[in-house]
């Protein structure tokens, strides 16, 4: 069974850090893709960055420069490494095993405002 559980959302002000992780077990971890998606108060979900078994990196243009994608196989864990960060960013976290986050977990949510 799938199980993914995101932890280090919470209140930021505008131009803070944060790091998401996303405990994962259930399956091989270390084959897949992941995805980091996120849903907007009031919107869809929302592709955010993806990182593929062998470390290639993908990010939307709003993420680039900003956030870092990354993941330890051994811990089975996924990681984004979120700064200056804006009011805009403010979302439910997801990390997933798709794109468009039909597999993910309960999410962390991010508040971005000062």
């Known amino acids: 069974q799938v199980q993914l559980m995101e932890s280090g959302g919470g209140l930021v002000q505008p131009g803070g850090s944060l790091r998401l992780s996303c405990a994962a077990s259930g399956f091989t971890f270390s084959s897949y893709w992941m995805y980091w998606v996120r849903q907007a108060p009031g919107k869809g979900l929302e592709w955010v960055s993806s990182?593929?078994?062998?470390?290639?990196?993908l990010y939307t243009e709003s993420a680039k420069g900003r956030f870092t994608i990354s993941r330890d196989n051994a811990k089975n864990t996924l990681y984004l490494q979120m700064t200056s960060l804006k009011p805009e960013d403010t979302a439910v976290y997801y990390c997933a095993k798709d794109s468009e986050g039909s597999v993910r977990g309960k999410g962390t949510l991010v508040s971005v405002s000062s």
């Open positions: 990182i593929s078994a062998g470390g290639i990196k």
